[in-house]
């Protein structure tokens, strides 16, 4: 490595950018969520502590958002990586059309969520969706795919797991491709069958790719807000209601805006807490295969 | 099945393994050929019950494009263009200033002290409370001199002798990328709130290009900054030797040599990053009102505004998509060739 002192205009104006636009609101945003500081009505903010935090700790309503959204990420996470795992296998064995395959299988990432959301409500309208004719064959029409609990937060799920899979066939399908040959041919030598040579090479090489691809997924899942907004809007109810999207609601519909810095807090420490957690568990796993 | 391909598998594994791809193929391309039918559908031909194929049960029409080109349906020039506007200018910003930073971060070295990023956070956290509370400036006074006092501060205190580890280039990339960690949200409100407290000195920055635009370039750096790093480390270091012995300057390595050589790269973030901000809707929805609406926000208004004119809503969507979609085709390309490879490892 070289040494020049042009190093620092080179990495300025990217820091720059980053400490005035998310460092510096993070901070500012730091010192609000501990005043009652409310825009309408427009009183002077006040210091109040700690109250914003235990006030939501306490808040139920708090409780069951972080519940909503840890199941959303959950499920759609393990269903992304499965089925997304599972096509990029099947996509790796060479078949005919794999390269339509590929550019086709990949576009629902690149679609705005909004888009994706109100495709989704197309596509589950309970009268004139297709999906409804589809169910109506099998005899179950009209299901509140959208005004049930249960189903809207399946919905949900599902259409995640629709927009995100690409994600994961795209990343593991290049993790397949950098698996070395001859320990295959080894193994098919030894006449290893299929199955047991997916679960000792395939699986635990590509690990620590999925261990990441995963955890990418999972923080990029919290932040859920889009596809929720437009799909249910939290409904019914708030069974369904994200942590960005309830924090969405308090800020601009309370305007309460001591509350929703404190909120939005919580929701950082609450992804840095899983996502350091998550490491932990996994790092022997990694290290030990690598 | 040697697991890379099906040569030695059995045929019925062989077919379910197509089966699975044509049926997920489905799933995935269906209710976008969806989107695209009922764009040309006339109302009563979404509202009798769903309809599949044109010229057989439906007779495709113009209607809704029509509405939206005499501007029915809101204000889709002017947010075609802000978008494209934002989009391109965010992305290529973010491109340019992300790589620089990548390639400082994989050729210099940086020795950034632990001590003067927390004296950082203390003097503008601190100083911005304390200038709030005493000194009688306003919010976004306070702020600028907080945050100028902390930076200059941790800049000269970094010179000196600190207790605490010291944060080399890795450090500092981590630091970069877990930007990307953190919820949106977050920052969201505070950008909303500082910004209308400039806006109140004079400064405005809400529903601004500007605004939006240097917002979205903090959220893509995180990302072009991991995927340039891995592209500048492939490149071979013996060109960038060779100029440095003829006292080529660095910034003219830089320029010359560097980005050259790493066009498909730069291409690839570039589209990464439109792709990026073209979809983005938090940001859009907390920082703009009507001058600088972008795309995502105009087609979710479309689904409350008139309740649920599915054609219509089918047409804004596919001026959503499309363009991505032919992005994807281009970077599929860029696939294919082993391009992206690189970045993943």
Not at chain 1, 127 to 139: D, Q, R, S, V
């Amino acid at each position: 490595m070289r040494n020049d002192p042009i190093k620092y205009l080179f990495i300025w104006p990217a820091f720059m950018i980053v400490l005035a636009m998310a460092i510096f609101p993070l901070i500012y945003s730091l010192s609000i969520s501990f005043m009652h500081y409310r825009l309408i009505p427009p009183i002077p903010p006040s210091l109040i502590g700690l109250d914003n935090y235990i006030n939501l700790l306490g808040q139920e309503r708090f409780r069951a958002v972080i519940w909503t959204t840890s199941i959303i990420v959950m499920v759609s996470v393990a269903l992304q990586y499965v089925i997304g795992f599972s096509i990029a296998l099947m996509l790796n064995a060479r078949v005919p059309g794999a390269k339509l395959f590929r550019v086709g299988l990949l576009l629902p990432m690149l679609i705005a969520p909004v888009a994706v959301a109100l495709i989704a409500r197309m596509m589950l309208n309970p009268t004139i969706g297709p999906l409804n004719e589809l169910t109506t064959f099998f005899g179950f029409p009209n299901l509140p795919f959208l005004t049930d609990r249960y189903w809207a937060l399946g919905s949900i799920i599902a259409v995640e797991v629709w927009q995100w899979t690409p994600f994961v066939i795209l990343l593991m399908l290049a993790g397949l491709q950098t698996l070395p040959e001859d320990v295959y041919e080894a193994a098919t030598l030894e006449n290893t069958s299929p199955w047991r040579q997916f679960w000792d090479i395939t699986f635990p090489l590509l690990l620590p790719i999925s261990v990441a691809i995963i955890f990418i997924r999972a923080i990029e899942s919290f932040k859920v807000m889009d596809t929720v907004f437009i799909m249910t809007g939290g409904g019914p109810g708030i069974s369904t209601e994200t942590l960005t999207l309830f924090a969405y609601q308090e800020g601009f519909k309370k305007f309460n805006m001591g509350y929703t810095s404190a909120l939005s807090f919580l929701f950082l420490i609450f992804i840095i807490v899983i996502g350091v957690i998550y490491l932990a568990i996994l790092k022997p796993y990694v290290e030990k295969r690598s | 099945m040697s697991v890379r391909r099906l040569s030695g598998m059995s045929p019925t594994g062989r077919s379910l393994a197509i089966f699975g791809l044509f049926f997920w193929a489905f799933i995935t391309l269906f209710p976008l050929y969806w989107v695209l039918v009922t764009a040309f559908k006339s109302p009563p031909a979404v509202n009798g019950g769903p309809t599949y194929i044109p010229w057989v049960d439906f007779e495709p029409t113009l209607q809704a494009w029509r509405d939206i080109a005499v501007g029915l349906r809101g204000n889709f020039y002017g947010t075609v263009i802000n978008s494209t506007l934002v989009g391109v200018t965010a992305a290529a910003l973010a491109t340019l200033f992300g790589s620089m930073a990548a390639y400082a971060l994989v050729r210099f070295p940086f020795r950034i002290k632990l001590g003067s990023g927390l004296i950082f956070f203390a003097i503008a956290f601190g100083g911005y409370l304390f200038l709030l509370e005493f000194s009688g400036l306003s919010r976004s006074g306070s702020m600028v001199y907080a945050f100028t006092c902390a930076l200059v501060v941790s800049i000269v205190v970094n010179r000196y002798k600190l207790p605490g580890p010291i944060l080399g280039n890795d450090d500092v990339i981590f630091w970069f990328v877990s930007q990307r960690m953190f919820p949106p949200v977050v920052v969201a409100f505070a950008l909303f709130l500082m910004f209308s407290e400039f806006g109140r000195s004079g400064l405005t920055l809400i529903d601004t290009f500007w605004g939006l635009t240097l917002v979205y370039v903090a959220f893509s750096l995180p990302i072009v900054v991991w995927l340039m790093r891995d592209f500048f480390v492939a490149l071979p270091i013996e060109v960038e030797e060779a100029a440095l012995v003829e006292n080529v300057p660095s910034w003219r390595i830089f320029i010359d040599i560097v980005l050259p050589m790493s066009a498909p790269g730069l291409a690839a973030t570039f589209m990464i990053t439109l792709a990026f901000v073209w979809n983005e809707f938090l940001f859009a929805l907390f920082l703009t009102n009507t001058k600088w609406q972008t795309l995502p926000i105009l087609v979710a208004g479309q689904n409350s505004q008139r309740g649920d004119e599915w054609w219509a809503v089918s047409a804004a969507v596919m001026f959503a998509i499309v363009p991505m979609i032919v992005m994807a085709t281009v970077l599929g390309r860029l696939m294919r060739s082993g391009l992206m490879l690189g970045s993943i490892k």
